[in-house]
């Protein structure tokens, strides 16, 4: 079983920054990938940004460019730097982690507000 911790989020006005972290928890972790999802009101959950194991990262192509997804701490943690914030970006940001066989895992989510 894994157990993700988000943190961050908030309000911010265009154009601004706001910094996403996630760390997984539990015992013999074997990520395979980790990322962040957004849900905006009314429509369906999209992929942000991704960064598997190893392997090079994965942009939506309306964040290139604005947002930048690492991880830390042994890969445990990933975070998401997001800048040049805009009102669509508006949503709420859940992390997703990949583990064991294949198995998905989903933060509770935060909730991003860009005002215009």
């Known amino acids: 079983q894994v157990h993700l911790v988000e943190s961050g989020g908030g309000l911010v006005q265009a154009g601004g920054s706001l910094r996403l972290s996630c760390t997984a928890s539990?015992?013999?972790?074997?990520?395979?990938?980790m990322g962040w999802y957004r849900q905006a009101p009314g429509k369906q959950r999209e992929l942000v940004a991704t960064?598997?194991?190893?392997?090079?990262?994965n942009y939506a192509d309306s964040v290139k460019g604005r947002f930048t997804i690492s991880r830390e701490n042994a890969g445990n943690t990933v975070s998401l730097q997001m800048n040049s914030l805009k009102p669509e970006d508006t949503a709420v940001y859940y992390c997703?982690?990949?583990?064991?066989?294949?198995?998905?895992?989903w933060g509770k989510g935060t909730l991003v507000t860009v005002s215009s």
């Open positions: 997703n982690v990949i583990a064991g066989s294949y198995m998905n895992y």
């Open positions: 539990g015992s013999r972790i074997s990520i395979i990938s």
């Open positions: 960064i598997p194991s190893g392997r090079s990262t």
